[in-house]
């Protein structure tokens, strides 16, 4: 007998434990291989390392899912970050902070609060030196994101004898756009009622444009984040300087993987748009025919669609001011041009797979698939690149000059910035320019799927109403088509392939707060130019149902504009007709060019007649609706409300826009609006 100890065994069994995941995972070539190719780079693959597994044992696999706590006690992590994310970003950032966080030698994870039972967040303080960091998004009139819905509503209302938070140790960092009225509302209203709480901010509050460079304010915060945390948690703050990849890279022998096993662009299930089946949601979309797609523009060269997309059999129910949403692809030409400056096969069938097993996400996107499958669907290819991908692409050239300047934009110095701003943001460069212009980076394709950020569906205010269109969902949208400085034309991804006259959409409806007022006599104001228009059209259509049944419908006031009557009046002859059936009570369009000066919604808003009128519309209990531009017309426009309100209302600014708080509360005054 060898007369081990259990403490022998526990480190014999440890040991044998990494050396067989090292043997495993981490000693496979990078890009190997098991396709038979040429690796495409085999450059820099000595700076890279897989995230280090948790050591294994009973323990580590005995733990409650919900409980991030029991999970973090078993997996050895005194680090949790909470994200708050609807396209992304808050998740992309929490990611990047969890494997940051390995650099200090802490231990961190990123957990879904939706996912967690987040009334555990006191025993936090039961974990010596540990800490919650949140990267939380806002949304619509300050809201949160859906999947911090319920913890965002359990916290806002208890108080400290309910969530006792002392001893915790947090810091939060706001994901926002400030051409928003409440910008980074959800992430200022956390750091604070976590104070309240008793918890201990240990570094400030952090808030992110998107209308400026949410990157660079991320990258500021974190800057100086790490040093707090690390002296709050007793760790040196010198950061090693290893990056670290989170998935490891299995080729599938061509013919290995069955084609009904491979993903083809479903969202979750495999097979799911072959074999469809309800309910049909963002995991499960329905493949809505398109039915209809015409210009509306009548001349110029913009483009604005009207296309009607066909849900009769899929049993989706909306309503007027719901939005669709639609899983769009991107260019097969861009693609195509990546596979090429990548020299890779793109029809090669391949797996990434989580080296952390702890994640909940085991894959970046559906595996396995191939490279084509994934640039096309899965994948955002025609965003800015961030900067820690320029910074890891950085490792896959030996040309001294290009290494420098992706160094150079991946670091947070001052000129870094600048040459960000310029090269990337100012000329639009996506990845497929990016390694067009330094053509001696050669990232294998694996680590580039790793790096990019997921493709999301886009959104559009639905413009028809169920009530003459139950089978149906209409949508209309600006052609995103515009030339870069660098010459390159570019044409946005859904937008894009509608202008191509796609066959099928997969899409699924997501429920808004917009609503029509619940009885058809109670007055509407609707302001909305361009495709602001568009759920407006809806409401139209259920008012002029309303009438025709014959039931009393209240005054309808209509804001709309474009730039000529002649070229970009959309849905005119409808609207026309509205006016003259008195569906329409009050149509007011702003032709902003055909004129010497220009003329806006808002400029018509404060015409006598018309400003005494929205006043006395208020007045009666009607509601407020505004759609479209944030970053301009819905700013704009509120600045003409707030004065109407104080003319006609003889009240200071102040008391005016506590006037429209106090609509917007009761659900009088919405916003619909995107930048
Ligand atoms: C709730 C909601 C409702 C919406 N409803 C509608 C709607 O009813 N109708 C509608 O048309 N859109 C609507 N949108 C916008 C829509 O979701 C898409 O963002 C839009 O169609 C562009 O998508 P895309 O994939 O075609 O373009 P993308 O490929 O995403 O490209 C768009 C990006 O290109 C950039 N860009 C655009 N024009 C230029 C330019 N001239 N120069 C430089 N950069 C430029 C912008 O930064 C923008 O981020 C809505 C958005 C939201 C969030
Ligand atoms: N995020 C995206 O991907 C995306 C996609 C499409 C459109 N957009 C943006 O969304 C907005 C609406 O686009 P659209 O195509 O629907 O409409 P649009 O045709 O660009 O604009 C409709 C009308 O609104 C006017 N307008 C411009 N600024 C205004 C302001 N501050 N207040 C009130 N009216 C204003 C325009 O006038 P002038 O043009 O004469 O100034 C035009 O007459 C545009 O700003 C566009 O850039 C964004
Ligand atoms: C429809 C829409 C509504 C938004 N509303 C707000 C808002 O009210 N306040 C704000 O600060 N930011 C708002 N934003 C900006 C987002 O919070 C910001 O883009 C953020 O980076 C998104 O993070 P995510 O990708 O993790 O969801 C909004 C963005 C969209 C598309």
Redesign the pocket.
Known sequence: MLGLSAFDCAIIGGVAGVCVYYFVFVRKPRNGNGSGLAPPSTLGQASFQSIPPTSKGAAADDYDESSFISKMQAKNRNIVVFYGSQTGTAEDFATRLSKEALRYGLRAMSCDPEECDMKELAHLADIPNSLAIFCLATYGEGDPTDNLQEFFTMLKDCDRNELDLTGVNYCVFGLGNKTYEHYNAIGQLVDKKLEELGAKRIYELGLGDDDANIEEDFNNWKEGMWPAACQQLGVSAEAQDIKYRQYQLVNHEPGSVPPEKLYKGEISRLGSLQRQRPPFDAKNPYLAAVTENRELHTGGDRSCLHLELDIGDSRIRYESGD?VAVY?VNRSELVDKLGELLQCDLDQPFSLNNVDDDSTKKHPFPCPTTYRIAFLHYLDI?ANPKTNLLNELSDYTDNEEHKQMLKKMGSNTEEGKALYHDWIISA?RHIVAVLEDLDSVKPPPDHLCELLPRLQA????I?SSPKLHPKSVH????V?R?TTSTNRL?L?????EFADKPAQLPVYVRRSQFRLPYKHQTPVIMVGPG?GF?PFRGFLQEREWAKDQGKPVGKTILYTGCRNRDIDYIYSQELEAWKDKGVITNLQVAFSRDQGEKVYVQHLMRRDENSREIWEVLELGGHFYVCGDAKHMARDVMAALEEIVEKHGSKSRQEAQDYIKKLSNKGRYSA?V?S
């Open positions: 939005h769009p025609t639009r886009r959104y559009y205010s413009a949508v209309c949208a600006a995103v515009y570019v946005g991804v859904a937008t894009g495709t568009a619909d995107w």
